[in-house]
């Protein structure tokens, strides 16, 4: 069977075996290579025309999320055969018993992908005991990966096409007022509360939101309503390796590989514009789409 139309074959990278010497750094350079191999795919596939359709919760999804989902499952199982969480396949009552999984949003954003807008990436977490030890987060459209490592830091790595020559940079989380805020929620007036003491900028991707707030370029972000494991795990290593704090929105710490996966919203910024945040929350309340989670199916549901 040949590969899908905007993919190079694939290159496996050696099987490390994290299960017995924690060496969770030694992995980063084989998932940068994965993550940068789902960008060509997703680049690929705008070139070629994106096939979209709509998903029972009447969001959009692309033919870029579909290949790109299988990408990543390929390579990042081969690397590592631990329990798999994505966006784009169908969740399984096994990854619970699995002592490592892989949380995986092939294209965090699809909305701002379709519009042509740059804001939109790879998010992928390895979770041990209901905690991200490593994650990365990939804008292929503007060629940055941000990548953390459990108690190792956060780091931005930028790849130069010219040469294929790679920068590493530390990031640190920064204080400010800038606030970074989605799009629709912009749109529906969920942040309206919020202008008097924040700089608010809309941007899609609550992953690439994430990655922004652990590099400096904001300080602090948040989102009301529930997320999934997938939508805010990566980046949520990447605020807290980057020296920044990052809960629920009520201020609870997040745990992963949860039966029903999804959280209470995220709050994530440097500390005290993380404090800050957190003060204004509890005055205003969670958005009224908390009602949205409810237990998980009893296929998931812990023994």
Known sequence: ??????????????????????????LVPAVIEAAAAAGRCIEGVRAEGLGVATKSDLSPVTRADHEADALLRERLLALVPAGWLSEETADAPERLAQQLLWVV?????????????????????????????LSLVHNPARGDTYWAVRDHGAFLTQVHTADASQDHQRIRAAEGRNLLASRSECRSGEFAPFEAAWQITSMGSIAYKLAQVACGSAAVTFSRGPKHEWDVCAGALLVSEAGGRVSDVFGAPLQFNQPFPKVKGILA?????????????????????MNELTDPPASLQRS
């Open 1 to 26: 069977m040949g590969t899908a139309r905007g993919r190079r074959p694939a290159r496996m990278s050696p099987r490390i075996d994290v299960m017995h010497d924690n060496s969770f750094r030694d």
């Open 269 to 289: 910024g440097a500390p005290h514009a993380y404090a800050n945040a957190l003060q204004e929350l509890a005055q205003i309340g969670a958005s009224a789409r």
């Open 105 to 133: 949003d092939p294209l965090d954003g699809t909305k701002e992908f379709i519009g042509g807008i740059p804001e939109y990436a790879v998010a992928i977490a390895l979770v041990e005991e209901a905690q991200p030890v």
